[in-house]
């Protein structure tokens, strides 16, 4: 079973960076793709980046260049490493992954919030 545990969130002001963590348990970390997800108030949860199990990124176009995803298989850890924050960013953060032989992420983490003042 895995399990997903965020940290990092925090309330910044507009142009700062943050980093989020997300440990990984239980499985096998590096057959795993793992991706960032973010809910704001009112609106549906979107993804934000995704790295695959070779290290492949994608992200949504509202963080490109500002946002980068990244993993490390020693500590069996992704990262989500926030810059120019905007008050727009300002969302309930989620780790989620899934094995990469699915399609469907179906292990998620608790969710840290980050709350960007303008």
């Known amino acids: 079973q895995v399990d997903l545990a965020e940290s990092g969130g925090g309330l910044v002001q507009a142009g700062a960076s943050l980093r989020l963590s997300c440990a990984f348990y239980?499985?096998?970390?590096?057959?795993?793709?793992m991706a960032w997800f973010r809910q704001a108030p009112g609106k549906q949860r979107e993804l934000v980046a995704e790295i695959s199990t070779t290290g492949g990124e994608t992200y949504a176009d509202s963080v490109k260049g500002r946002f980068t995803i990244s993993r490390d298989y020693a500590k069996n850890t992704v990262y989500l490493q926030m810059n120019s924050l905007k008050p727009e960013d300002t969302a309930v953060y989620y780790c989620?992954?899934?094995?990469?032989?699915?399609?469907?992420?179906?292990?998620w983490g608790q969710g840290t919030q980050v709350t960007v003042s303008s």
């Open positions: 989620a992954a899934r094995h990469y032989s699915t399609f469907q992420y179906n292990f």
């Open positions: 239980g499985a096998t970390f590096g057959t795993y793709i």
